[in-house]
């Protein structure tokens, strides 16, 4: 099965999800979460098959979260606003994202990709 690893290169998690990637020999296509931010769509689709909550999605702990004082403001904002708005700024993101044509997994939980990721 090919994967889309979503990451960022300076991300400690991020190192360790690519090595334990490489370290298991899981064939996957790198991107940028940055450079290639993924869109509105790609992101409405990686939720849905994800069937987590939309909250899980962002980086809640990242500078730009917290500058744009999100805690506050997600709960008053629709879904589409909340996607629309994880679109804009890959950083808004939590990374790694690891996509396959039946799952996706959010964040680095090495027994979630023990089990998930074949």
């Not at 940028?32 to 509105?40: C, K």
């Not at 730009?64 to 629709?78: E, I, N, R, T």
């Not at 804009?88 to 396959?100: A, C, E, F, H, T």
């Given at each position: 099965?090919?994967?889309?690893?979503?990451?960022?290169?300076?991300?400690?998690?991020?190192?360790?999800?690519?090595?334990w990637l490489d370290e298991h020999k899981v064939s996957y296509e790198?991107?940028?979460?940055?450079?290639?931010?993924?869109?509105?769509?790609?992101?409405?689709?990686?939720?849905?098959?994800?069937?987590?909550?939309?909250?899980?999605?962002?980086?809640?702990?990242?500078?730009?979260?917290?500058?744009?004082?999100?805690?506050?403001?997600?709960?008053?904002?629709?879904?589409?606003?909340?996607?629309?708005?994880?679109?804009?700024?890959?950083?808004?993101?939590?990374?790694?994202?690891?996509?396959?044509?039946?799952?996706?997994?959010?964040?680095?939980?090495?027994?979630e990709w023990e089990e998930s990721v074949k």
């Amino acid at each position: 099965m090919k994967y889309l690893f979503l990451e960022y290169p300076k991300c400690g998690t991020c190192r360790n999800a690519k090595k334990w990637l490489d370290e298991h020999k899981v064939s996957y296509e790198d991107r940028h979460i940055i450079d290639q931010n993924p869109s509105v769509e790609e992101l409405t689709e990686w939720i849905e098959r994800s069937q987590l909550p939309l909250k899980n999605f962002f980086n809640t702990s990242g500078l730009v979260y917290k500058a744009m004082q999100l805690k506050d403001k997600l709960p008053s904002m629709s879904e589409k606003e909340q996607i629309e708005l994880l679109a804009s700024d890959g950083k808004l993101i939590k990374r790694p994202l690891l996509v396959s044509e039946n799952q996706v997994l959010v964040g680095f939980k090495v027994a979630e990709w023990e089990e998930s990721v074949k």
